[in-house]
């Protein structure tokens, strides 16, 4: 099957969830700083499933509701940027995460590690992250979290094509292309492509949407000139139904270190890290006041820091200098003085964010 829809661009309303999408797709962003994406679907026949429009799709998906579910989760990331300032790192590789939701705001993640595992639970009012590696445990208010930093959008397919899909929509041509088996259940594709309008190195995002449930189950991001995704998020088994509530508190173990985070909104408040976001749709860019000592002047590096002035390609403009960074699905630019611009998009885009 292959229906088409066309919508137009909508005004600056979405900049904070389509900024969130943005960064997603070239720092592989979250709460907690995971990475995570699912394997392709395997070879077989496609599955035969009632026939559906594009409006009539994405209206089912932005009204679906997961509620609970466990699955395990893989992220298959081939964005290559380096670490950057205040973004997480970004590398290529593969991860495999473990995670349960009771459907009400609850949620348990438990991602293993070369030297042990770490695990994080909310319980409705305090996130808890502990690693087992040096017994620590990270206890910040569930609240704070959330309003800073939205759905965890690393470790939830569901959270990120949801997110995708409402961002992206205004600027998109959408189609149904077909069916597919994800995570042993059958699925329509939805597929969003910018439009001629939008500035992105981006060729289109697919959506592997539940049949029965409408909810997304994987999330891939393919750029220009590839046929590989740059990005696939997605669960590579699920199942929904009701949890166990002892999944969803926590005690810190015997012997553990406890520490309390400062609240991430004032963390962001004191030190001048709140990202901004110019532009919507494909075109978002995010923008970054990273502190002076982050800046791409080696002799403003704190100690420990990334040698950035090492990175990219020197390049100026009427915001100053800096260093480039690119790779096949977007960049970056480190300014002197500390700022950093990150999108999808080319290099002059980058450069006007910049100077907006």
Same mark, same amino acid.
């Given at each position: 099957?292959? &229906? ?14 389509? @900024? ?23 070879? @077989?026949?496609a599955p ?10 994405? $209206? ?10 466990? *699955?395990?989760?893989?992220?298959? !990331? ?20 473990? +995670? =349960?939701s009771?459907?009400?705001?609850? @949620? ?8 042990g595992?770490?695990?994080? +639970? ?7 992250? =502990? !690693? ?7 206890? /910040? ?8 930093? *939205? ?19 205004? /600027? /998109?041509?959408?189609d ?34 539940d ?14 000139g ?9 669960? #590579?088994? +699920? $199942?929904?139904?009701?949890?166990d ?19 991430r ?5 004191? !030190? ?15 923008? #970054? ?9 080696? %002799? &403003? ?14 390049? $100026?403009?009427?915001?100053? !200098? ?13 300014? &002197?003085? *500390?700022?950093v ?5 080319? %290099? ?9």
């Amino acid at each position: 099957m292959s &229906d088409r829809s066309r919508t137009g661009r909508r005004g600056g309303g979405h900049a904070r969830t389509t @900024g969130r999408v943005a960064g997603a797709v070239v720092a592989v962003a979250g709460a907690v700083g995971l990475a995570l994406l699912a394997l392709p679907a395997g070879a @077989g026949a496609a599955p035969e499933l009632p026939p559906v429009t594009p409006e009539e799709l994405v $209206s089912s998906v932005l009204k679906a509701r997961p509620g609970p579910f466990d *699955g395990t989760v893989t992220l298959d !990331n081939q964005l290559g940027l380096p670490a950057l300032p205040n973004m997480p790192a970004a590398g290529s590789g593969t991860s495999t995460v473990r +995670v =349960w939701s009771d459907g009400e705001g609850r @949620g348990r993640v438990q991602v293993p590690s070369d030297s042990g595992e770490r695990t994080l +639970v909310s319980d409705g009012s305090t996130l808890w992250a =502990w !690693n087992s590696a040096d017994r620590t445990v990270v206890r /910040s208010a569930e609240h704070a979290e959330r309003h800073t930093s *939205g759905p965890d959008t690393t470790t939830d397919p569901t959270a990120a094509a949801t997110m995708a899909l409402a961002a992206l929509r205004p /600027s /998109s041509t959408i189609d149904v292309d077909g069916t597919a088996e994800v995570a042993g259940r059958p699925a329509y594709e939805l597929v969003l492509a910018p439009l001629p309008s939008e500035r992105t190195l981006l060729r289109e995002v697919r959506i592997a949407v539940d049949s029965a449930t409408r909810v997304p189950l994987r999330l891939t991001v393919l750029a220009n000139g590839s046929s590989d995704p740059a990005l696939q998020l997605g669960f #590579t088994d +699920v $199942s929904f139904g009701a949890q166990d509530g002892s999944l969803f508190t926590f005690t810190p173990p015997p012997g553990a270190t406890v520490k309390d985070r400062e609240p991430r909104a004032e963390h962001e408040k004191t !030190n001048g890290e709140r990202p901004t976001v110019v532009g919507d749709g494909w075109d978002s860019v995010v923008v #970054t006041k990273a502190p002076a000592r982050d800046s791409a002047r080696a %002799e &403003d590096r704190r100690p420990g820091a990334p040698d950035l002035s090492t990175l990219g390609t020197p390049v $100026s403009g009427p915001w100053g !200098n800096g260093r480039l960074i690119t790779t096949t699905v977007g960049g970056a630019i480190i300014t &002197d003085d *500390g700022r950093v611009a990150a999108g999808a998009v080319p %290099e002059q885009v980058l450069s006007s964010a910049l100077s907006a």
